[in-house]
């Protein structure tokens, strides 16, 4: 086995350690927060759209 072989070794092993001590959130932890970033998305998404809407109005005003 060379050098490179027993370095990759070893960091397979050390990131399964690593693994083994982080704290996993629970299946309802998941569900809560994803719901949270998908409804928060959709917020910033349409107030985004209605400014950018707002803008294209204030521009077609100014231009024409």
């Not at 809560?32 to 204030?58: E, K, P, Q």
Request: aromatic letters at 10%.
């Amino acid at each position: 086995m060379n050098a490179s072989t027993k370095k990759a070794g070893e960091f397979f092993k050390e990131s399964r350690e690593e693994l083994r001590k982080v704290n996993w959130p629970t299946r309802e932890e998941t569900i809560r927060l994803t719901a949270f970033v998908i409804v928060f998305s959709l917020i910033i998404a349409a107030f985004l759209g209605a400014l950018d809407m707002l803008f294209i109005r204030i521009l077609d005003k100014v231009i024409i």
